[in-house]
């Protein structure tokens, strides 16, 4: 049998023994009337591309068609600003994220602070820093 094989096909191991590299219907003709096997998922001459269904949407893809469109652009723009990163006041790095309602954790410095629900700045907020502050200035 294996003086049949060209020699290119073949490596000797270690032991002396030859190994067979290739098996084509060159070399043994019956390899040709095996029928051939292909996985049920492969695509031979074509790649098949799925849609892709959250380019616009984003992260409220997962609602599909329901609720309106008007509602998931209200929740976009919450979720989004939700999951985003925020500056940390105590060592300045793009670092806090929300852990739950109202609570904001700094992953480098591992601070926790009480912040908005769902935003880490919210307007009422600025509004009493602000309020504060021109208090203390007319107090000095």
């Not at 949407?57 to 309106?68: C, E, F, S």
């Amino acid at each position: 049998m294996s003086a049949a094989i060209p020699k290119q096909l073949m490596i000797v191991l270690q032991n002396g023994s030859y190994k067979v590299l290739s098996l084509g219907a060159d070399v043994l003709p019956e390899y040709k009337l095996q029928p051939t096997r292909i996985h049920h998922c492969t695509i031979v001459h074509y790649r098949v591309i799925m849609a892709k269904r959250t380019k616009k949407v984003g992260i409220v893809g997962k609602y599909d068609t329901r609720y309106g469109a008007s509602l998931r652009k209200m929740v976009k723009k919450m979720k989004v600003i939700q999951h985003s990163w925020y500056t940390c006041v105590f060592c300045g790095k793009e670092a806090m994220s929300r852990k739950a309602v109202g609570i904001w954790s700094c992953s480098t410095c591992h601070k926790t602070v009480a912040r908005g629900a769902y935003v880490y700045g919210t307007v009422t907020a600025a509004t009493a820093r602000s309020i504060i502050g021109s208090l203390r200035n007319l107090k000095e």
